[in-house]
């Protein structure tokens, strides 16, 4: 069969750069791990495949031999099918262990945590506990102006039965006879070996005679929590509050993780925000805008606002209401309001109505051949 194109492999362009390259290998090597997909000789086939062309194309002697020559110009060379995978696998901890979103941690806690660098213990030490996230959906207002809520979520907490230790009364630890006290075990791919958590006593190295009954062994019981949280005011969609020690229970005497709540903001059917400013539209009728007024609007914290519309005023001018906006963090002061005008044109006219408009028109004598207008005149 016909080798593929190892650009094609990794689905990026001939003038992609090494780190676009990386970031191609990294997701191809999740998502076919034979480790991850055990028994399919697909994607262990996808998996090497994927390996080879990155073995080549992250190389700089190589990579311009294959992008002038193509594979026959690797012959010899020690890849491009040969079997010589060093390259590719001789520091996975620089491969994954730079990745955002705590990747190094993911591929980690998929494969076992054979590639060096990890923080964890290989013979069942504390580990910190999970973070959890929790997604809350609050209305515009309250995003400005701050509000209190109530959370209610579930998280792992200490085994309140067995204290974390997972085991009942007068139970002990045995060495764990498929990992024999080590807590991984090693298993080779053919062209590729890796350690992994051992699956019995998952990284402990021991096993308990008799566990906890409330627990199962584990130490740890999911309880449901409830708690007050204070959102600022001025908070912005999409922000996240940290609460420290909300999350999962650690093992082993771990610290727990964290609680991440993500906060929602709801649009509001009359005001947008930018930043610490607020906007908003209002009508105002031909005599109005032309002769100016004064009118009264409620603000988002329903308090009675007047603005000053002076005479001549065009359709869509913004006009600024001081310190009427979003409230700025740590300060007294708050933005500003801003208030689009919309000349609202009637569509129906009495007749003593038109009568007047007709004598108004007589009187400004409008051109009939107006000369364009520059477009950088208008408001944007």
């Known amino acids: 069969m016909a080798k593929r194109d190892y650009y094609e492999v990794l689905g990026i362009e001939k003038?992609?750069?090494?780190?676009?390259?990386?970031?191609?290998?990294?997701?191809?090597?999740?998502?076919?791990?034979?480790?991850?997909?055990?028994?399919?000789?697909e994607a262990e086939d996808k998996f090497k495949e994927a390996t080879e062309a990155y073995e080549v194309l992250s190389d700089e002697q190589k990579r311009p031999i294959y992008d002038q020559y193509g594979f026959a110009g690797l012959d010899g060379m020690g890849g491009g099918g040969s079997g010589g995978y060093s390259h590719a696998f001789h520091d996975f901890s620089d491969l994954f262990g730079g990745m955002g979103g705590g990747m190094g941690d993911i591929f980690e806690s998929i494969f076992g945590g054979g590639f060096g660098g990890s923080s964890r213990s290989r013979s069942g030490g504390p580990a910190t506990g999970s973070s959890l996230r929790y997604d809350l959906h609050i209305k515009f207002k309250d995003a400005v102006y701050g509000t209190s809520t109530?959370?209610?979520?579930?998280?792992?907490?200490?085994?309140?039965?067995?204290?974390?230790?997972?085991?009942?009364?007068?139970?002990?630890?045995?060495?764990?006879?498929?990992?024999?006290?080590?807590?991984?075990?090693?298993?080779?791919?053919?062209?590729?070996?890796?350690?992994?958590?051992?699956?019995?006593?998952?990284?402990?190295?021991?096993?308990?005679?008799?566990?906890?009954?409330?627990c199962r062994g584990s130490g740890i019981e999911e309880k449901s929590k409830s708690m007050s949280l204070?959102?600022?005011?001025?908070?912005?969609?999409?922000?996240?509050?940290?609460?420290?020690?909300?999350?999962?229970?650690?093992?082993?005497?771990?610290?727990?993780?964290?609680?991440?709540?993500?906060?929602?903001?709801?649009?509001?059917?009359?005001?947008?925000?930018?930043?610490?400013?607020?906007?908003?539209?209002?009508?105002?009728?031909?005599?109005?805008?032309?002769?100016?007024?004064?009118?009264?609007?409620?603000?988002?914290?329903?308090?009675?606002?007047?603005?000053?519309?002076?005479?001549?005023?065009?359709?869509?001018?913004?006009?600024?209401?001081?310190?009427?906006?979003?409230?700025?963090?740590?300060?007294?002061?708050?933005?500003?309001?801003?208030?689009?005008?919309?000349?609202?044109?009637?569509?129906?006219?009495?007749g003593k109505q038109k009568d007047l408009l007709k004598q108004y028109l007589e009187l400004e004598n409008p051109p009939k051949e107006p000369n364009l207008i520059n477009l950088s005149q208008l408001q944007r």
């Open 150 to 214: 109530e959370l209610h979520f579930k998280h792992n907490e200490t085994c309140s039965e067995c204290g974390g230790t997972g085991g009942a009364p007068g139970s002990a630890r045995k060495t764990c006879t498929t990992c024999n006290g080590m807590g991984q075990i090693r298993q080779g791919n053919g062209f590729f070996s890796i350690q992994q958590t051992c699956p019995t006593c998952r990284g402990k190295g021991t096993l308990i005679d008799k566990p906890c009954s409330c």
């Open 230 to 350: 204070k959102i600022p005011a001025g908070i912005e969609d999409g922000r996240r509050i940290i609460i420290k020690g909300q999350g999962d229970a650690g093992e082993n005497g771990g610290p727990a993780g964290d609680l991440v709540v993500v906060l929602h903001v709801e649009e509001h059917p009359n005001f947008e925000r930018d930043g610490v400013d607020l906007y908003c539209a209002i009508p105002v009728s031909m005599a109005q805008a032309a002769l100016g007024c004064e009118i009264t609007i409620n603000s988002l914290d329903d308090k009675k606002v007047t603005i000053r519309i002076p005479d001549g005023t065009s359709n869509g001018k913004l006009l600024r209401i001081k310190g009427e906006g979003v409230p700025m963090a740590n300060s007294s002061k708050k933005g500003d309001l801003y208030v689009k005008i919309m000349v609202q044109i009637p569509t129906r006219l009495s």
């Open 15 to 41: 003038s992609a750069d090494q780190d676009t390259i990386k970031k191609a290998y990294r997701k191809l090597a999740v998502k076919y791990h034979p480790d991850r997909n055990p028994g399919d000789k």
